[in-house]
């Protein structure tokens, strides 16, 4: 849901997605869900003991970071500001990161489990590819209405920055 929300909010600032667009983000997203987990399984113990107390905050600081820029630049002249496409370079795998850190915790849980992590893995990474490809399009029909605009744009922002609170929120942070 963290993928489909980041790609809801990413297809409304793109505001128009073609197929490479959608193909990157997609693949990328659904590519680091499912590999998330494979790798918590696969070095198991000790990469939970390394990113358990921080993998919360690097999740929230990455999707504030995304967000807010978003958010302040919804507000800026459009022909004045250059346009920076979420599916591609830096941006894209911060997101992808963002959006699948937690699942490192799910493969140790299954490791811990003793149940293989081959099916998990590829079903997260499917159902991610299709709730991210969904979110896009979604945000850009969102996006393209021009009584929307710049206020979706805004929105979108303030989503993913929400979307960090509430990781910070479910990992306890707060109390």
């Not at 999707?63 to 250059?82: Q, V, W």
């Not at 991210?132 to 996006?143: I, K, N, P």
């Not at 805004?154 to 479910?170: D, F, M, Q, T, V």
Request: proline fraction near 3%.
């Amino acid at each position: 849901m963290d993928a489909f929300a980041v790609a809801l909010a990413s297809g409304i600032s793109l505001k128009k997605v073609d197929c490479r667009q959608t193909f990157r983000l997609a693949w990328h997203f659904g590519f680091f869900q499912a590999m998330m987990p494979v790798i918590g399984w696969s070095v198991g113990f000790w990469i939970q003991t390394l990113f358990s107390g921080v993998d919360h905050w690097i999740a929230f600081v990455l999707l504030s970071i995304i967000g807010t820029k978003m958010f302040y630049e919804s507000f800026s002249d459009d022909e004045k500001r250059p346009f920076h496409d979420p599916t591609k370079g830096l941006k894209m795998v911060m997101l992808s990161i963002a959006t699948s850190i937690d699942a490192l915790a799910v493969g140790f849980s299954i490791a811990m489990l003793g149940h293989p992590i081959w099916m998990p893995a590829l079903v997260i990474g499917c159902v991610c590819c299709f709730l991210t490809t969904l979110g896009l399009y979604l945000g850009c029909w969102l996006g393209s209405k021009t009584r929307l605009g710049n206020y979706a744009e805004a929105s979108g922002g303030l989503i993913l920055i929400c979307i960090g609170l509430r990781i910070l929120y479910e990992h306890n942070v707060f109390f």
